[in-house]
């Protein structure tokens, strides 16, 4: 059975880092970039909140097909749109695997 949209893209743009890391840029040529190939209304791209991924963001995932991003940049995010979702391959740079679960980075103040 189809979704409503082909793809629903989730960017974190909330929490202690993907927002300071460029969270809301790659959200907005994401946005930007879907709408320019002519994905609207097959391509749903939202802001997240936080993923439990903190210091490997912004994080990018990519529904129905379960793929995280991280580390995305502005070029991430257009290659996303161009490779992903508009040619279904996958963009091995920026690929996140991670065992399943909460995979913050420890920071100083997480150890008080």
Same mark, same amino acid.
């Given at each position: 059975?189809?979704?409503? #949209? *082909?793809?629903? +893209?989730?960017?974190? !743009?909330?929490?202690? !880092? ?7 840029? +790659? ?5 930007? *970039? ?14 997240? @909140? ?6 490997? @963001? /912004?994080? %990018? =995932? =990519? #529904? /129905?097909?379960? %793929?995280? #991003?991280? @580390? ?6 257009? *290659? $996303? %749109? ?7 391959? $996958?963009?091995?740079? #920026?690929?996140? $695997?991670? /065992? /399943? @679960?909460?995979?913050? $980075?420890? !920071? ?5």
């Amino acid at each position: 059975m189809m979704g409503q #949209y *082909r793809h629903h +893209v989730f960017v974190c !743009t909330s929490g202690k !880092t993907c927002p300071l890391d460029g969270g809301l840029e +790659v959200h907005a040529v994401l946005k930007k *970039r879907a709408a320019a190939a002519g994905l609207k209304g097959q391509v749903r791209v939202n802001h997240a @909140g936080c993923m439990n991924q903190c210091g490997h @963001g /912004p994080m %990018v =995932v =990519v #529904y /129905p097909d379960d %793929v995280w #991003y991280a @580390g995305v940049d502005e070029v991430g995010a257009e *290659r $996303i %749109v161009e490779e992903h979702l508009l040619n279904g391959n $996958i963009v091995q740079e #920026y690929l996140y $695997i991670a /065992p /399943p @679960g909460d995979n913050k $980075i420890k !920071t100083a103040e997480d150890s008080d």
